[in-house]
């Protein structure tokens, strides 16, 4: 992740500068690199999380005038969306929403029980929708904005050890597409991007063993690690003006992984 104060070598948005953004799953990994990302292009970022250590200590990092943690459980529907309301109210509303917030736990067809299965599609699938349908409350007010949505690979290759996860992710590709022809009209447009194994302190921590990441470099067509700020680089671009005729779409960032 872009260390606050370095030097950004990455392209500059001047469409970017001043707008709100908001963030699920911001505090840490993918999400805490995006934080960064747009806070350093001059938008003000809000973003939620269940960790509040993390996500007090990103925000105490830029200071509340340029981003705006609140900790919340992206599984409450009720609560996330009273998030996005308040803090969009504050912010005079939300140019873009990243829907980022997920959780990667790996299962198997035998040992997945119907409580395990609603308690990942309540933290993949189901904030997304939500998240989505308060955000656009208030971009259809400003005059349109930007719905980012974090998919994987993993549906489109349908990689083995954590199938509700990868049915969740492939939902995601369909529900973008979906809401993008219902919110075109109000200049709104959602997108997906599908990260591959993007290497996280998360990741590191619990399954990146030397052999599962020779086995990922022997896949991957760029023999290199995908990091978070890589991931955050590409949201840039489909959030910025340079993108403004793109919509519906999943774009891929996984090295060219077969």
Same mark, same amino acid.
């Given at each position: %992740?872009?260390?606050?104060?370095?030097?950004?070598?990455?392209?500059? *948005?001047?469409?970017?500068?001043?707008?709100?953004?908001?963030?699920? /799953?911001?505090?840490?990994? #993918?999400?805490?690199?995006?934080?960064?990302?747009?806070?350093?292009?001059?938008?003000?970022?809000? !973003?939620?999380?269940?960790?509040?250590?993390?996500?007090?200590?990103?925000?105490?990092?830029?200071?509340?005038?340029?981003?705006? !943690?609140?900790?919340?459980?992206?599984?409450?529907?009720?609560?996330?969306?009273?998030?996005?309301?308040?803090?969009?109210?504050?912010? /005079?509303?939300?140019?873009?929403?990243?829907?980022?917030?997920?959780?990667?736990?790996?299962?198997?067809?035998d040992?997945?029980?119907?409580?395990? &299965?609603?308690?990942?599609?309540?933290?993949?699938?189901?904030?997304?929708?939500?998240?989505?349908?308060?955000?656009?409350? @208030? %971009?259809?007010?400003?005059?349109?904005?930007? #719905?980012?949505?974090?998919?994987?690979?993993?549906?489109?290759?349908?990689?083995?050890? *954590?199938?509700?996860y990868?049915?969740?992710?492939?939902?995601?590709? @369909?529900?973008?597409?979906?809401?993008?022809?219902?919110?075109?009209?109000?200049?709104?447009?959602?997108?997906?991007?599908?990260?591959?194994?993007?290497?996280?302190?998360?990741?590191?921590?619990? &399954?990146?063993?030397?052999?599962?990441?020779?086995?990922?470099?022997?896949?991957?067509?760029?023999?290199?690690?995908?990091?978070?700020?890589?991931?955050a680089?590409?949201?840039?671009?489909?959030?910025?003006?340079? @993108?403004?005729?793109?919509?519906?779409?999943?774009?891929?960032?996984?090295?060219?992984?077969?």
């Open positions: %992740m872009t260390v606050v104060g370095q030097t950004d070598q990455g392209a500059r *948005y001047p469409s970017l500068s001043g707008k709100s953004v908001f963030v699920t /799953g911001g505090a840490t990994g #993918i999400g805490a690199a995006i934080v960064d990302a747009f806070a350093q292009q001059g938008a003000f970022v809000a !973003f939620a999380d269940i960790d509040e250590h993390a996500g007090s200590a990103l925000e105490g990092r830029f200071g509340e005038d340029r981003t705006r !943690f609140t900790q919340c459980d992206v599984s409450d529907t009720k609560a996330l969306q009273r998030v996005i309301d308040g803090l969009g109210r504050g912010a /005079g509303g939300f140019d873009v929403l990243v829907n980022n917030a997920a959780r990667d736990d790996r299962h198997t067809l040992d997945l029980t119907p409580g395990g &299965w609603d308690d990942l599609m309540a933290v993949n699938l189901k904030p997304q929708f939500f998240a989505a349908q308060a955000a656009a409350k @208030s %971009m259809k007010r400003l005059g349109g904005g930007t #719905i980012i949505n974090l998919a994987s690979n993993a549906a489109l290759l349908g990689l083995a050890g *954590y199938p509700a990868v049915a969740a992710k492939g939902a995601i590709i @369909s529900m973008t597409k979906a809401l993008a022809r219902e919110l075109g009209p109000a200049d709104i447009r959602v997108n997906a991007v599908a990260p591959g194994w993007v290497i996280t302190e998360r990741q590191e921590k619990l &399954w990146l063993t030397p052999d599962a990441e020779s086995e990922l470099m022997a896949q991957q067509s760029l023999k290199a690690r995908i990091e978070p700020d890589d991931v680089r590409l949201c840039l671009f489909l959030a910025s003006s340079d @993108s403004r005729f793109i919509t519906g779409q999943c774009l891929v960032i996984d090295g060219g992984r077969v």
